[in-house]
């Protein structure tokens, strides 16, 4: 037996939160220290991946092959090179906290990604956390905070990495109960590299900044997919959600207590009401998959 399967199912959900809420912090520090964010994202997915595939290697899972390889390829430039960069341009645009919340708009594009693309239902509750979600973004947008900028670009990388999150649910509906998450992620992190690499400009490292960016890949990537894919597997879909949300909580306090950030009254209004969007879309009845 391994030692994840020897940790209860939520526990194993709420590593993973924790270890999410730290990707901004992480990468705010080793923006500090000098390095862009694209350069972050590069990091995360370079040596994330490299761990991924030491993984599907050592444990002989299979890749993908034929046309799941092209859509593992195709993942890979959207799914991280996107969404990797555009999370870190929207840490340093608008801050740590305020790039998490914006992440948790996921939910209401896989409720319209589902409608759109894979003919679910889009009743009154999705349309009423869509609403909701837009509503919590406008008055972000008005609420400010200290220590947080909430700009166009700000918003507009925060909404790209919630959009670009969102694409997870459908390649994971796809893909996932098919092969084993670390074959895929072994695929979808070097192509997300490589989708970076064009983009970055390297620069010298402190080893302060070096810490960072390994802890990035190793506690926020390679730990976390695999502590929240092994909960999954014991827990629903819909309590896993319910778990997961707590990684925006986690990022503004931490971002509270390193960095100062704070967000404003409407801002903490409007993010309650976009991460009670998400809680409302994980909790509906027939929901399994993240």
Known sequence: ???????????????????????????????????SPLEVAFWRAA????????????????LPRGADLGWTVAFGVVGVSVFYGAYQLA????G?????????????????????FLREKLGWREALAVLGTLAGIALISLGGGQGVTVSGPALAFGLAAGFT???????????????????LYAVALPVGALGLL??????????????????MAVFSTYLAYLAYSAGLQRLSATRASVIASLEPVVAALLAALLFGERLGPLALLGAAL?????LT??????????
Do not use: C, E, N
Not at 203 to 215: F, I, N, Q, Y
Not at 281 to 290: I, R, V
């Open 198 to 215: 064009p983009l970055v400009g390297f620069s010298a490292k402190t080893p302060g900044a070096w810490g960072s960016l390994v802890g």
């Open 96 to 116: 740590a906290s305020l790039a998490s919340v914006l992440l948790y708009t996921a939910p209401a594009f896989v409720a319209l990604l589902g409608w759109a």
């Open 1 to 35: 037996m391994s030692l994840l399967a020897r940790v209860p199912a939520p526990v194993l959900i709420l590593l993973a939160a924790v270890l999410w809420g730290l990707l901004g912090i992480l990468g705010k520090q080793a923006q500090a220290a000098g390095v």
């Open 274 to 278: 976009v991460i009670g969007a998400a």
């Open 91 to 94: 840490v340093q645009a608008g």
């Open 165 to 183: 999150y969102s694409l997870y649910y459908l390649y994971g509906k796809a893909f996932f109960g098919r092969y084993a998450p670390a074959s």
């Open 47 to 62: 040596l994330g991946g490299a761990l991924f595939a030491a993984h599907a290697a050592v444990t002989r899972a299979p």
């Open 281 to 290: 879309l994980s909790l509906q009845p027939g929901k399994t998959a993240d």
